[in-house]
C-alpha cells in the first residue's frame, strides 16, 4: 500500500467520523425548559452543522448510504429552522411567569 492510498483512507475514515459527530450533535442537541435554553446558541449552532452536513454530503457524493444520512439530517435540521423564531421568542429571558400564565389560557397544552 502506499502513503497516498493509506492517507485517502484517513481521509474518509475522517469524514465518516465528522458525519458521526455532526448527527450526534444533531441529535442531541437542545433539551431543557424553554428558560434554560440559548436561542442564539442554537442559531449559530444550526447554522455550523447545517454547513458541516452540506460539506460532508459534497464529500460523500460517490457514497449513497452516508450521503443520504447527511442529506436528511440536513433537511430536518432545515425543517427545525423555520421554527428559530418562534424559539427566539419562547427562550427570551425577559418572559415572566406571569406571561406563561397568559400563553396557557389561550393554548389547549401546558407550557412550563
Known sequence: ???????????????????????????????GPFQQLNAEAIEQELGDMSRA???????????PAPRNVADRVRRQMEKFKSYQALLNVICNP?????????VNQLNVYCIE
Not at 9 to 27: I, K, P, S, Y
Not at 53 to 63: G, M, P, R, W
Request: aromatic share 14%; with cysteine.
Open 53 to 63: 452536513l452540506y460539506k460532508l454530503s459534497k464529500a460523500f457524493s460517490e457514497q
Open 1 to 31: 500500500m502506499t502513503f497516498y492510498v493509506f492517507l485517502r483512507g484517513c481521509t474518509r475514515f475522517l469524514e465518516h467520523c465528522a458525519l458521526m459527530v455532526t448527527v450526534t450533535d444533531a441529535l442531541h442537541g437542545a433539551a
Open 94 to 102: 425577559g418572559i415572566r411567569e406571569r406571561h406563561w400564565k397568559k
